[in-house]
C-alpha cells in the first residue's frame, strides 16, 4: 500500500477518537496527518511527510487553543444563567430594611439584597446573581 494510505487511516483513527474526548485538539492533529497523506501523495520522502504532518499539527493546535474554542468560558456561576435558573427571573420587594428584605420566591423565603447602584424602593426586581441563599437583585 501507498505510504498516503497509512496516512489517511491514521487520520481516521484521530477523528473517531475525537468524537469520544469533545474537543477539538485531536482533530487538529488529524488535520496535520492529512497534510501528511498529502505531502505522501505528492511523492515526498517519509521524513519530509512526517514533518509535514507535525508541523500542520502543531499549527493548528496552537492556533485552535488561541481562538474561543480551545478555552472554555470562565465565568461567575454565581452569575451565570446556564447554571441557574433563577439568573435573570423577576420578583416584587415590598420594602426593603438597610437595603435588604425577605421575599416568597418560588414558594420559599429568600433573603434579598440589593446590587451595587440599585434603589431600595418598593417594586418589581430583576435577579442579576445568588449567592448561596440570597438573592442579588437589580431595577427591573
Excluded: C
Excluded at 487511516?9 to 498529502?38: Q, S
Excluded at 514533518?51 to 461567575?76: C, E, K
Excluded at 434579598?112 to 442579588?136: C, D, H, T
Amino acid at each position: 500500500m501507498a505510504d498516503w494510505i497509512y496516512w489517511l487511516v491514521a487520520a481516521g483513527v484521530l477523528v473517531l477518537f475525537e468524537l469520544f474526548t469533545g474537543t477539538f485538539y485531536l482533530l487538529m492533529i488529524a488535520i496535520g496527518v492529512g497534510f501528511g497523506a498529502l505531502a505522501a501523495l505528492m511523492g515526498l520522502s517519509l521524513p519530509a511527510q512526517t514533518i509535514a504532518a507535525a508541523v500542520v499539527g502543531l499549527v493548528a493546535t496552537g492556533l485552535l487553543h488561541r481562538s474561543r474554542f480551545g478555552r472554555p468560558a470562565r465565568g461567575d456561576p454565581a452569575r451565570d444563567r446556564n447554571v441557574n435558573i433563577d439568573i435573570g427571573q423577576h420578583l416584587t420587594v415590598e420594602a426593603w430594611r438597610d437595603g435588604k428584605a425577605r421575599v416568597m420566591y418560588r414558594g420559599a423565603l429568600w433573603d434579598v439584597e440589593l446590587a451595587p447602584g440599585a434603589q431600595s424602593q418598593a417594586g418589581v426586581f430583576k435577579i442579576v446573581e445568588v449567592q448561596g441563599s440570597r438573592l442579588i437583585v437589580a431595577g427591573a
